[in-house]
């Protein structure tokens, strides 16, 4: 049980381009997603937290207009990456959780390679 | 704040060795820790939690973490390494508003034969 999947695993886009990757919680409803990007050989960097049907909440530094996150339902979030330049290429990960609480498991995405050419 | 430290980027012990992978935390409230672990081309995966509860922590795949306050730290150990061990692994620690993560660097396990 507890599965995330994420779509694309990988892309490949155009500088200027807008690229939109899926996360979706297969059995189970997420009320709060998050969003994670790793750049190589280093952590995971908390982007933003969602909530269903609320707005994102951007940790510092994130640029919410570059960075769209939408929340529409409880098993599903995405992150539009708008106008993207070779700086964003990046790993993308997503997790999931049943609720808002600190103690709280989040369940994993495997992951969307972004390649911005 | 609520930060982590992951001491050593990369690890190596032979098979049947001890395990240990270092976490120190920083966090302005009790904390939650955790233990991921990302094998490659995978997702992460947890390995365990500590919750405030007992402070010596069992997770899967034989591996345990003691939440240890007075050195701030939640080591993960493992008494018999195993080569399907080897992968990256991440501590965790939880944020005081909500479950945001903050994550260590990473450790990068490798056993040899």
């Known amino acids: 049980g507890a599965v995330v999947s994420q779509h694309p695993s990988w892309v490949i886009c155009k500088s200027g381009t807008s690229v939109k990757i899926e996360c979706r919680s297969l059995d189970f409803q997420a009320t709060t997603m998050f969003w994670y990007r790793q750049f190589p050989k280093q952590s995971l960097m908390l982007m933003a937290t969602?909530?269903?049907?609320?707005?994102?909440?951007?940790e510092q530094g994130v640029e919410k207009d570059k960075f769209l996150i939408n929340h529409a339902s409880l098993t599903l979030s995405t992150l539009t990456v708008t106008s993207a330049h070779p700086e964003d290429s990046s790993f993308y990960i997503c997790?999931?959780?049943?609720?808002?609480?600190?103690?709280?498991?989040?369940?994993f995405g495997p992951g969307t390679r972004l390649t911005v050419l | 704040a609520q930060s982590v430290t992951q001491l050593g980027s990369h690890v190596s012990v032979s098979e049947g060795a001890l395990v240990l992978l270092r976490c120190n935390y920083s966090s302005s409230v009790p904390p939650y820790l955790f233990w991921y672990v990302q094998y490659p081309n995978q997702g992460l995966q947890l390995l365990l939690k500590y919750t405030s509860a007992a402070t010596l922590v069992k997770g899967i795949n034989g591996f345990e973490a003691e939440f240890k306050k007075s050195e701030t730290s939640f080591h993960l150990t493992k008494p018999s390494a195993h080569m399907s061990d080897a992968a990256e692994y991440f501590c965790a620690v939880s944020g005081a508003t909500g479950n945001q993560f903050y994550f260590g660097t990473g450790t990068s396990l490798t056993v040899i034969p």
């Open positions: 969602s909530n269903e049907g609320s707005k994102a909440t951007y």
């Open positions: 997790s999931a959780s049943t609720s808002g609480d600190p103690t709280d498991t989040q369940y």
